[in-house]
């Protein structure tokens, strides 16, 4: 089944305790991302990547890093978490080209830090 | 990024009623798109608009690129239960890989 997976889907840490959030899809796309959605603000591109070693900043960067070693992954760190990241992540994939938007999300991730 | 503007914010339906949601930019985009939300769920692509003025429908669910680029509409025909959840406006900010979201309209059966 074509899916992309996340894990873990719940995680409750406390501030400073580096965390990785892992993405993988099996559908060889080249490009992921990821997002925080937070209530009233939609869906923010934190960073998205268009291929191997290729990773660039979406709108809300800062306090995250990614990794894109190989094509089926695309893990979110955490260096030193704060309870502004207290959200729920999705990463998303998609085959792109001149369809590059349309993207198949996870089923998130829901993170709180103490 | 890129600020869309989605309303309404929130809706109630009855089962068997039309609804309207529309998403407007401050800035011209050439695509358009629209994902729905389930509760505890990744957002689902509905319908991909690609040209000003294309018309796209998806079983009851009926999308337009509005003709300025800055636009665009969702119509729901016919409401049903499952039919609630977000509907989420998206478009390509600055490159087709850097997405924009709306702040999300959320569709609820009313009692």
């Known amino acids: 089944e074509a899916q992309v997976t996340q894990n873990p889907r719940y995680l409750i840490t406390v501030t400073g305790k580096k965390l990785t959030v892992t993405c993988s899809q099996n559908m060889n796309h080249e490009y992921m991302s990821w997002y925080r959605q937070d209530p009233g603000l939609g869906l923010r591109q934190i960073y998205y990547s268009m291929n191997v070693e290729v990773t660039d900043k979406g709108d809300v960067p800062e306090g995250y890093k990614v990794s894109r070693k190989e094509k089926r992954n695309f893990p979110l760190i955490l260096e030193s978490p704060s309870p502004n990241q207290t959200s729920l992540y999705f990463c998303?994939?998609?085959?792109?080209?001149?369809?590059?938007?349309?993207?198949?999300f996870g089923p998130g991730t829901r993170l709180t830090v103490l | 990024g890129q600020q869309l503007n989605q309303s309404p914010q929130s809706m109630f339906i009855q089962e068997g009623e039309d609804v309207s949601m529309n998403c407007t930019s401050s800035s011209i985009f050439n695509t358009w798109l629209w994902y729905k939300q389930d509760p505890g769920e990744g957002p689902v692509l509905l319908i991909a608009?690609?040209?000003?003025?294309e018309l796209t429908s998806n079983g009851r669910l009926t999308a337009q690129f509005g003709i300025t680029r800055k636009d665009s509409f969702l119509n729901i025909s016919a409401s049903i239960p499952s039919d609630v959840g977000i509907y989420f406006c998206?478009?390509?900010?600055?490159?087709?890989?850097?997405?924009?979201f709306g702040a999300g309209t959320t569709v609820t059966v009313r009692a």
């Open positions: 998206a478009g390509p900010a600055h490159n087709d890989y850097k997405l924009s």
């Open positions: 608009l690609y040209k000003a003025g």
């Open positions: 998303a994939s998609t085959p792109g080209g001149g369809r590059a938007g349309e993207q198949f």
